[in-house]
């Protein structure tokens, strides 16, 4: 049953090729030629036909009427029957080919049909409809000079048609009837037919060659302009479309390269806006390291003093040391956060026992009564340790800061995939929150602008994920509490390589590899995936462990 899905999609992508729109052009053009072809040809057909026909009948009724009455004036009023049959002969002997049967009353009181070729023409031949017309006589008046008339019928015998015609001598007289074989005229239509259709077949072909050649001309700058869109969705921004002639499709290029060309000094203008808010951070952080460890350096001092100043001051000092504290984590994880936008932060992989790994998490931080594991040993992954760290600490932390003990951590693998939840037993979190959780800075209460995070540890968390080609997704566990489920693979080396390739590129492109010196004497490159320094290769942003926060 599985493999429905994808065997539909695959008839799908079938008829869609095979619905493209050039073959949807070239099957137009095909049906409006075709359409054309047979209707030129079937009105042809039946112009032709009628034109035969006509002019076959005609000429074989005429000139019977009139051997009619010139062969049968000469006999008596009552002929015999060998009188008769001579007289069918003598018109049968004619230049249209048909056969005659005459009829009338002879000396005996009886009938004598006499026909110029028994075996062929019979009175059985002729349509009873046909001899009643004849037969019928009619009243003589203005619009009618004569009783009888002379009347024609199409027939088909043994699978030859054949014209019938007859009349009735006016003035007394036999009756006299023709046969007249149509079996030339078929072969002759018969071979219009054969020749339309040909022709029908040839303008067909015609019109497939011209439909091609069309489609080749309309379509071949369309698949062009979606060629160069899709470059330029890829980040080709200085793609750009050769522009010939003057038509619509021409207009609909330069309308694309002005786009394109828009579009490119735009992203050029974000992107150096973004390179000079990221050097901002970046350069902000790395000066307030300097004067806040000088600070940090007192504040321990004076934390370790604390005993002994006065009570007055005590409170002031210990507000002082924490406020330090929290400005040293906000600090490091504006660092860190600096280099995963700038594309900087790299893996650094080893196998690592995920069982140990979340234990000495848990121990370096002194959370062994708060959190309780249940992990298999013995489940290895490769992944980068340190960054490993910093998402546990993340996820626990913000569990027991924001949800309360007891915390519980599980392992397990689903495949190829690595899965640890962090459940907590505290209210949850509410659903509008929710879809932010890991948005950078966030807070769900604005009346609460302060807090003891910085509002990026989860964040953080987040990008150590994605890194390792992960995620995290955060929602509501039905007993309560929330619950954090980290998803990793469990071998990130493809991750790795690919970052080491896109490194290489970003050396051949750029030549980065010593850095690039600004105004203020600070070297910065992405050639060594190392943000920037000060003087000769100064301190590097560090993640940290201690990003304890992030709920809001």
């Known amino acids: 049953m599985s493999d429905e ?70 006999l008596p009023s009552v002929p015999t029957c060998s009188e008769l049959r001579d007289a069918a002969g003598r018109m049968a002997d004619n230049t249209q080919k048909y056969e005659v049967l005459l009829i009338t009353r002879t000396q005996d009181a009886g009938s004598c049909p006499a026909a110029s070729d028994k075996g062929l023409f019979t009175l059985d031949a002729v349509p009873a409809s046909l001899r009643r017309a004849v037969d019928q006589k009619r ?164 934390e370790e003093e604390a005993d002994s100043l006065d009570p007055m001051i005590a409170p002031a000092v210990q507000l002082v040391v924490s406020e330090t504290r929290r400005l040293n984590d906000l600090v490091e994880n504006l660092m860190e956060v600096t280099r995963f936008d700038a594309g900087t932060a790299r893996l650094v992989l080893d196998d690592v026992d995920v069982a140990d790994q979340v234990t000495a998490c848990i121990d370096a931080r002194a959370w062994l009564d708060a959190v309780e594991l249940d992990a298999a040993r013995g489940i290895v992954a490769r992944l980068d340790p340190r960054r490993l760290d910093v998402i546990l600490a993340n996820l626990i932390g913000n569990a027991l800061k924001h949800g309360g003990s007891p915390v519980r951590v599980s392992v397990r693998t689903d495949g190829d995939e690595l899965l640890i939840k962090v459940r907590d037993h505290g209210p949850g979190i509410p659903e509008d929150v929710l879809p932010h959780v890991f948005d950078r800075f966030y807070k769900a209460s604005a009346s609460r602008p302060r807090s003891e995070g910085s509002g990026l540890g989860l964040s953080i968390a987040m990008e150590n994920a994605h890194i390792h080609g992960g995620d995290i997704s955060a929602a509501n566990s039905p007993e309560g509490g929330a619950v954090f489920t980290l998803r990793l693979p469990m071998d990130a080396s493809r991750i790795a390589s690919d970052e080491a390739e896109d490194d290489l590129g970003d050396l051949d492109r750029e030549g980065a590899a010593e850095g690039e010196r600004d105004d203020g004497g600070r070297t910065w490159g992405k050639g060594k995936g190392r943000i920037w320094g000060k003087g000769k290769g100064g301190n590097s942003a560090r993640a940290t462990g201690r990003n304890e926060e992030g709920r809001p």
């Open 5 to 74: 899905p994808g065997r539909a999609r695959g008839w799908a992508a079938g008829l869609l090729r095979w619905f493209s729109l050039r073959l949807r052009l070239m099957l137009v053009f095909g049906l409006v030629a075709l359409t054309a072809a047979v209707s030129a040809s079937a009105i042809a057909y039946w112009l032709n036909r009628d034109a035969v026909l006509t002019r076959t009948q005609d000429a074989a009724l005429d000139e019977f009427r009139k051997s009619l009455k010139d062969d049968t004036d000469p």
């Open 139 to 302: 009243p003589v008046g203005k619009g009618n000079t004569s009783p009888y008339h002379l009347y024609w019928q199409r027939i088909t015998l043994d699978g030859t048609p054949y014209l019938v015609g007859g009349a009735k001598v006016n003035g007394g007289g036999p009756t006299g009837y023709m046969l007249k074989s149509l079996d030339t005229e078929r072969q002759d239509l018969n071979s219009l037919a054969w020749s339309l259709g040909i022709a029908t077949g040839l303008a067909l072909i015609g019109a497939a060659l011209l439909a091609q050649a069309a489609a080749a001309t309309v379509l071949r700058p369309v698949q062009r302009l979606g060629e160069a869109a899709y470059r330029l969705g890829e980040g080709h921004l200085d793609t750009r479309l050769q522009v010939s002639g003057s038509d619509e499709l021409a207009n609909l290029s330069h309308t694309f390269n002005r786009a394109a060309e828009r579009l490119q000094k735009r992203v050029a203008e974000l992107s150096a806006r973004e390179a000079s808010s990221r050097r901002f951070v970046a350069d902000m952080s790395h000066e307030l390291r300097t004067p806040l460890t000088a600070i940090t350096a007192v504040s321990e001092v004076l």
